[in-house]
């Protein structure tokens, strides 16, 4: 059994990790670096340990420092989040190597799934849908430029160890393909230190939609339903909701079943997200599989019930699920915005500075997962989320309410944040009726066009304050704006 975990993380996934740990009896380790000597993470853990300098390459990706730290303090396990050395295959043999086991999948399957070219070949078998384009690397550009016209423009150059939208360029025509594979290849290159590329069709107006699935290592896989996450900036998710307002109970046991496929190819164990396209006609297409836990991992808990932290550290445990694909229910609906130190109406440019105020919103139905508090600085060194504010409701519309509810009671001065676009998305009338994808930002959020809503906004709350003043007291005299 598991009886000491360090978690190799920082910010609200580790404050949410050591939450379960605690609850499920549990010695929970934390490291921390210069930059976060004071930072909730470290205050929560039982234990903590100074790992380095503020850089992540200077501490928490210090592999060797971490294991050596598990050795020193008797830690059994290792829950290493998302991000960092979550789906470094590297870490996790080294791991194995000194008896330590990683809360995650194996290096095997890491490396199947952690190169998207290799995650189609092992799919292949299954026959599940797959963009068309190449499923193999191709650096000799004009026969790239043959087979995009033959896929038909636009297309996608992406990096097949890529992510988070980094080697990935969108083609238009056949003039700038050249170019375009260039410059993907240069920055494939330089992000992953691998500049394979191929080739995908680009499918318009398509939805972003992932199936989260749980396996054991006695063969039993299940899927947690979808969640839908095509609200994005630069290929990144900042709002997410399960379920999806578009798919029909048939699709999603068709795409609930193919995910438990692509677990069933990489061998999976543990917690693992199946990614997928669907264009405009509900025609689905895989992707990706992500083998870590998800960011957006709480609205998938909020419609189930479950706690994945815990199924993760079960199966870690050698415990068989405890529950069939028959058992598993979807409960009213979850939203979930991602809170980050970002100014929206700037590009969503870093807001680096102190907490001056921060008070999070609670109530019913609504869960904060927090990695920050009042008077912290927010370091520039790593990635701006400040938190995950998700909401639970009978129904959609429900969820969509408290969620706005939960934003106007969240308190926060001294930085800009994503809280005002939360609340421009949930008002929305393409995200409200569910007729989104995932250009929903590059067509809707304009800077400039936001600015002036929000002032005609303050104009007219400001008459309407005005006017109940002069219509309570006839001594004041209305002033115009």
């Known amino acids: ?41 470290v205050k929560m853990a039982d234990e903590a340990y100074y790992i380095g300098l503020a850089p992540s390459s200077d501490s928490y990706l210090k592999q060797d420092l971490i294991i050596d730290i598990c050795l020193q303090h008797n830690v059994d396990a290792v829950h290493p989040g998302y991000g960092f050395l979550s789906e470094n295959s590297t870490f996790a043999l080294k791991l194995q190597e000194n008896n330590i086991k990683l809360i995650g999948p194996s290096a095997y399957s890491m490396d199947i799934m952690g190169d998207k070219l290799s995650a189609k070949d092992a799919v292949k078998a299954f026959d599940i849908p797959m963009v068309p384009g190449t499923d193999y690397a191709i650096d000799d550009i004009v026969k790239a430029k043959q087979i995009a016209e033959e896929v038909g423009f636009p297309v996608l150059v992406k990096a097949s160890a890529g992510g988070g939208g980094k080697g990935m360029k969108l083609v238009n025509s056949a003039d700038e393909f050249a170019d375009q594979m260039q410059l993907a290849i240069n920055e494939a290159t330089s992000s992953f230190g691998n500049g394979a590329v191929f080739i995908e069709k680009f499918v318009t107006n398509p939805r972003h939609i992932e199936i989260q699935v749980l396996a054991d290592k006695f063969g039993n896989t299940v899927y947690l339903f979808e969640r839908e996450c095509s609200i994005q900036r630069r290929h990144q998710k900042v709002v997410e909701e399960a379920p999806s307002a578009i798919l029909t109970p048939e699709l999603r046991k068709t795409m609930g079943e193919a995910a438990v496929k692509v677990a069933i190819a990489a061998k999976y164990e543990g917690a693992g997200t199946v990614e997928f396209l669907v264009d405009d006609q509900l025609n689905f297409y895989f992707l990706e599989m992500n083998t870590r836990l998800q960011v957006e991992h709480p609205v998938t808990e909020m419609i189930t019930g479950l706690d994945l932290v815990e199924q993760q550290i079960r199966i870690a445990q050698g415990e068989p699920l405890t529950f069939t694909q028959d058992d598993l229910n979807i409960n009213g609906h979850a939203i979930e915005l991602r809170v980050y130190a970002e100014d929206p109406y700037d590009n969503f440019a870093p807001s680096i500075n102190t907490l001056k105020k921060y008070q999070i919103p609670m109530g019913e139905g609504v869960r904060t997962d927090n990695g920050y508090q009042q008077g912290d600085q927010i370091p520039i060194y790593y990635d701006p989320m400040l938190a995950k504010l998700t909401v639970h409701g009978p129904t959609r519309k429900a969820a969509i309410n408290k969620m706005l509810e939960a934003i106007q009671n969240f308190e926060i001065e001294g930085i800009a944040t994503t809280l005002d676009f939360g609340a421009y998305v949930m008002k929305h009338p393409d995200f409200v009726t569910g007729h989104f994808d995932t250009n929903f930002v590059n067509k809707n959020w304009n800077s400039e066009t936001i600015k002036e809503i929000c002032l005609e906004e303050a104009q007219i709350a400001a008459w309407l304050t005005r006017h109940l003043l002069v219509t309570s007291d006839q001594t004041l005299k209305p002033i115009s704006y």
Not at 9 to 16: L, Q
């Open 1 to 41: 059994m598991i009886q000491k975990v360090l978690v190799a993380n920082r910010g609200e996934i580790a404050c949410r990790i050591i939450r379960t740990l605690k609850r499920m009896g549990i010695t929970s380790v934390s490291v921390y670096s210069e930059a976060d000597k004071d930072a909730l993470h």
